[in-house]
């Protein structure tokens, strides 16, 4: 079982920078996704266990994806956020160090709780 604990996020303006974090029990693959409401569950950034990241098309040049090994810990540093930015963003963790299905949440087998992310035009 692997645990995962999210900080971060809340209101921010548009162009301005927010980080979020995701502390897990032990090392392995893991993901970040947002859902904004009434929309499905996206994929946003993903990272190895060695620390290989992986991002979506609208992530990519604006946020970074990182994690520090001592700490268990993945990151998301998010840059030039815009409205449509808006959404809960979960982390999420595969058992494994690498998963050639990152853009698909159903294949990850443990969440954060989520967290709000607000960014206002």
């Known amino acids: 079982q692997v645990q995962l604990v999210q900080s971060g996020g809340g209101l921010v303006q548009a162009g301005g920078s927010l980080s979020l974090s995701c502390a897990a029990s032990r090392r392995i693959f893991m993901g970040w996704f947002r859902q904004a409401p009434e929309k499905e569950r996206e994929f946003v950034a993903a990272i190895t266990g060695s620390g290989d990241p992986y991002y979506a098309d609208s992530a990519k040049g604006r946020f970074t994806i990182s994690r520090d090994n001592a700490k268990n810990t993945v990151y998301l540093q998010m840059s030039s956020l815009k409205p449509e930015d808006t959404a809960v963003y979960y982390c999420?963790?595969?058992?494994?160090?690498?998963?050639?299905?990152?853009?698909?949440?159903?294949?990850?087998?443990?969440w954060g709780q989520g967290t709000q992310v607000t960014v206002s035009s």
């Open positions: 999420a963790a595969k058992a494994v160090d690498y998963y050639s299905g990152y853009v698909t949440a159903r294949g990850y087998d443990y």
